[in-house]
């Protein structure tokens, strides 16, 4: 079997077993879990690295810094809402945060995963046309990414100490 083959009969498989994350994931969420502040800042900050790594290694040319800019902001915004989307709250018996992603939360990334796929065979034939680097494109995405998971990330932070200060200073 080749390449072009193989790549032929992809969403056959990947959408079953994203079908099949996304519904273990909405069935897990019907309970809040433990939420582990000292760790929020993980996946941000190996993220950020792993961007930034890219970025150095393939560096964007004048202006497109701009357009990076403004990704990294919009996905920013779309991160602070997902960050939202999460109820997190203080066991009133022992102070332990607690966090449960509602399901508007995958369907929001869900529908961010469909609109890039959706976008990307467009921007990958018109990029000659709009004198756009495919990398631009590429590490767009990769931008977007990153800035939905910080900002995502420090909402969800800065609400969870506030709401541990007001348990603690309310006890």
Known sequence: MTLDQVAHYWPYIAVPIAAVVVMIR???MKKHRPMRLEMIWVLPTAMAVLCGL????????GLEWLWLGAIFA??????WHRGRMVDIIVCDQTSILKMKATPAA??????????RAAL????????????VRAALITDGFIVFAVGLVIMARIEMGT???RLLHQARTAA
């Open 26 to 28: 909405l069935h897990r």
């Open 54 to 61: 890219l970025l150095w290694r393939f560096p964007p040319e």
């Open 74 to 79: 919009l996905g920013g915004a779309v991160g």
């Open 106 to 115: 995958i369907f929001m990334f869900v529908g961010l995963v469909l609109f």
């Open 120 to 131: 990307r065979p467009i921007l990958e034939v018109e990029s000659a046309a709009w004198h």
């Open 159 to 161: 609400r969870a100490l």
